[in-house]
């Protein structure tokens, strides 16, 4: 069975203008996914795709508009909103999140130590002595000095601070972890070492990863499966080697040829939705697009075991 | 930071400290009651305080001394010292400071009634010193809470409470403390009068306080390190206390320093259209009042006294806030 389990999950808002009607954005629109014990689902997407929102509504940091989040068989989102403690102190325990700027996730009024203790001691870990014990085993496992314990966040460089997020989100022993781009606002031989310690810490902890990044190579060398996200919707979802070798999206296709056009803006993908209601919300963008392209959405299916597009081609 | 701002702030820091003592300690700091009256010395200048004797020609250094003093001409209310008899100033003596037994010492001069008025300046230093205290502490108590609460719950809660401040916030003052003062009964005495006014106040005052404390609360609330604690299934309680509120004093603290001189100021204002501390009780601000004549300010420029006393603590007010401002978090961001 899988650790968390989302179907079709719906993040939608809605602009309020003085002077103009309503609009709605849809973040997320009807994504549907799931990811394994000991499995990293990578999620790639360019910005504004809405992975991040995604990313943030499985943990529900960001109420969902509809769909339901599966977490160990227990429907979260129920749980939430029916106020079901004892569910919900579980899933915030054992789900937990690294987000991407490393500036903006560490309080700067609190000691390294602290901040690593402090979900040990939501979760009931009394004792001084203990917690500081356990604080100083997590430095130790995401490769910090001991020293870092007393310090405040203000003295670590951007690398230093995503591990001081890793060991947060690991102090209460997670099974799952969001990873919200945790490296891309690092250097690339940073990145390196960050991917290497994910990857170090799954085989030692055994636990899942929801992958967040919007640099395909990044994705391919720390999952096991890539889900390819667009405008709120999942494009192509498939084993990593599978995706990298034989895309069938076109979009999939245009990530993998990595060549900048000057249509990567975001500007372009919104306004292009904008005025595109009904059909593939990549229409616009396809070159091998057909007439049913611009009226009917397609749906994700399974084309092959393991490999499912969203498009009319297949 | 340069090393003499710091100086400044210490310096300024110690002189708050004293007056802020003196004013606790003023029974023992005055030499007399603020109430006690010398009528046959009415606007005696500030007795000198001699240091040396002259004999046979030489100069010979001795414990402090002054002598007594005699009304001349009462017309122009001019004193004269009788220098038959030296009278040694005691210090720790008499559970007082410093004592002169035998002879009055008014350090600066009496005012129109005769009372001392150092030691007046020391127990009105009571009123105007802690009155800012109250003051700030009151709003500043409340405009801490429910700003963190509109903010951090947001919705319903929110609303209703902006809407509240901005009633709060459009009331005239000035027409509200003009009406207070005349409502509150006449039976109570001025302190207490004055009290309730800055209580009032204060009540008025938190406000445009938790305005700020809700707008920066509600950027806090978006940074990630408080998404974290969510995520991780912090209370709300726990999620203000140890996320938001550590990294709101830093504000709250010099915003603190910096809105005890308005009270102060306020205090010297109202006393001076008698709206607030009147007769026989004593601030600085009443004292001042007394000094607004070019008559009292040419012969008698100590009457003025009060009003540098109330300079000077706001100088050191503004010079701290400025300092902390400055150095309070070097290194965060």
């Known amino acids: ?314 | 930071m340069k090393t003499s701002q710091k100086s400044i702030a210490i310096a300024a820091g110690t002189i708050l400290f004293l007056l802020y003592l003196s004013a606790i300690f003023a029974p023992w700091v005055a030499p007399y009651s603020y109430l006690s009256q010398n009528r046959g010395f009415p606007d005696e200048p500030p007795t000198s305080v001699h240091f040396t004797i002259h004999k046979n020609g030489t100069t010979e250094f001795v414990r402090p001394y002054i002598y007594n003093y005699v009304l001349s001409d009462i017309h122009s209310e001019t004193y004269r010292e009788l220098k038959d008899k030296r009278y040694p100033i005691e210090f720790l003596t008499h559970g007082k400071l410093f004592y002169v037994q035998g002879a009055p010492i008014h350090v600066l001069g009496t005012d129109a009634l005769g009372r001392d008025y150092f030691s007046r300046l020391v127990y009105g230093g009571r009123i105007s010193l802690f009155i800012g205290l109250i003051g700030v502490g009151i709003s500043f108590g409340i405009g801490i809470i429910v700003g963190t609460l509109s903010g951090y719950i947001g919705g319903i809660m929110d609303t209703a409470i902006m809407r509240l401040t901005e009633v709060i916030m459009s009331l005239p003052t000035f027409y509200l403390l003009l009406t207070l003062a005349v409502v509150i009964p006449a039976g109570v005495s001025s302190a207490t009068t004055f009290m309730l006014i800055i209580v009032i106040l204060s009540f008025i005052g938190w406000a445009g306080f938790a305005r700020v404390i809700r707008g920066m609360v509600l950027s806090l609330k978006e940074r990630d390190f408080v998404n974290a604690s969510r995520a991780y299934g912090d209370s709300t309680w726990g999620i203000i206390r140890k996320q938001l509120v550590p990294n709101l004093l830093s504000y709250t603290i010099v915003s603190i320093t910096l809105s005890i001189p308005g009270y102060i100021i306020s205090e010297s204002a109202l006393s001076m259209l008698g709206l607030g501390i009147r007769e026989p009780d004593v601030s600085w601000g009443n004292m001042l009042s007394e000094a607004t004549n070019v008559e009292a300010l040419t012969t008698r420029p100590w009457m003025l006294s009060s009003g540098i006393c109330i300079i000077v603590t706001i100088l050191c007010l503004n010079i701290i806030g400025d300092y902390l401002r400055a150095t309070i978090d070097p290194h965060i961001h």
Do not use: W
């Open chain 1, 1 to 314: 069975m899988s650790l968390i389990r989302i179907q079709d999950l719906k993040v939608y808002y809605t602009g309020h203008g003085l002077f103009r009607k309503q609009s709605v954005t849809k973040a997320v629109d009807g994504v549907s996914l799931f990811v394994n014990d000991h499995e990293t689902l990578g999620l790639v997407g360019e910005s504004g795709s809405g992975k991040s929102t995604l990313g943030r509504a499985a943990l529900l940091l960001i109420k969902p508009t509809a769909g339901s989040i599966l977490f160990d068989g227990v429907d979260i989102v129920n749980a939430a909103v029916h106020k079901n403690r004892p569910a919900m102190k579980k899933f915030r325990r054992e789900a937990q999140i690294v987000f991407q700027d490393p500036y903006g996730s560490l309080n700067p009024r609190m000691k390294v130590g602290k901040i690593i203790a402090d979900p040990l001691r939501v979760h009931g870990v009394r004792g001084r002595k203990v917690l500081k014990e356990k604080a100083l085993r997590l430095l130790e496992l995401v490769g910090l000095p001991a020293s870092a314990y007393d310090t405040y966040p203000y003295a670590f460089s951007g690398g230093q601070r995503q591990r001081i997020s890793i060991a947060r989100a690991l102090s209460i022993g997670p099974r799952f972890i969001v990873a919200d781009e945790p490296v891309s606002s690092l250097d690339i031989s940073i990145q390196a070492q960050l991917l290497n310690l994910f990857k170090e810490i799954q085989e030692k902890e055994g636990v899942s990863y929801l992958f967040i990044s919007h640099d395909l190579r990044t994705v391919a060398f720390i999952a096991h499966r890539v889900a390819v996200m667009y405008l709120g919707r999942i494009m192509e979802l498939a084993q990593t080697k599978e995706l990298i070798t034989g895309p069938l999206h076109p979009y999939t296709k245009l990530l993998l040829s990595s060549i900048p056009s000057k249509d990567r803006r975001t500007t372009d993908q919104k306004e292009q939705a904008n005025g595109h209601e009904h059909g593939c919300v990549f229409y616009p963008r396809c070159g091998l697009a057909k007439d049913i392209c611009m009226d009917i959405s397609p749906d994700l299916k399974e084309v092959s075991p393991g490999h499912s597009v969203a498009c009319h081609l297949y």
